[in-house]
């Protein structure tokens, strides 16, 4: 997959990952994108808000004490979690592809920061060839759909 030859860590990769979906669900409601992928809210939100941090493991070893999971355990672990990943980026009407050569693309990151800002990553995903040529896709998602309509079960790119 192309973004494994990103010069980015996999924990930064994770990080922007979860910055994309954190303004994701700001901006389409984490309610839809739950009914949509059928993925709970507290599972969304663990995608939206990865911790990555120095001191995760003293953070574990202080919840083990108090009798919690560590918050590693938390979250979804291989397949279940990549699954849940490629369900969500669909119904945010985003190949996950695209969005992960979008966001490991440059390790500028300014550049980065500016492509969040602009809010122009589900766009430059449907916009841009692995080459950086653009092409023109139509798109259809279930969130984007007409209020009425039945909602298709996954997004269409076609």
Do not use: C
Not at 3 to 16: F, I, N, Y
Not at 79 to 108: C, N, W
């Amino acid at each position: 997959m192309p973004w494994k030859d990103s010069e980015l860590t996999e924990e930064q990769l994770k990080l922007r990952l979860s910055w994309f979906f954190d303004r994701s669900f700001k901006a389409v409601g984490m309610s839809r994108v739950s009914r949509v992928t059928g993925i709970s809210r507290s599972t969304l939100a663990r995608y939206a808000t990865w911790e990555i941090t120095a001191d995760n493991d003293e953070r574990d070893d202080a919840r083990i004490r108090e009798g919690k999971r560590p918050v590693a355990k938390a979250q979804p672990d291989g397949p279940q979690k990549f699954a849940e990943i490629y369900k969500i980026t669909r119904a945010l009407g985003v190949e996950l592809d695209h969005l992960m050569v979008a966001i490991s693309r440059s390790t500028d990151p300014d550049s980065f920061d500016m492509i969040m800002r602009s809010n122009l990553v589900a766009e430059f995903s449907f916009t841009t060839a692995l080459n950086g040529e653009r092409v023109d896709h139509p798109v259809v998602t279930p969130l984007q759909a007409p209020v009425g309509r039945a909602r298709p079960a996954l997004s269409v790119v076609g």
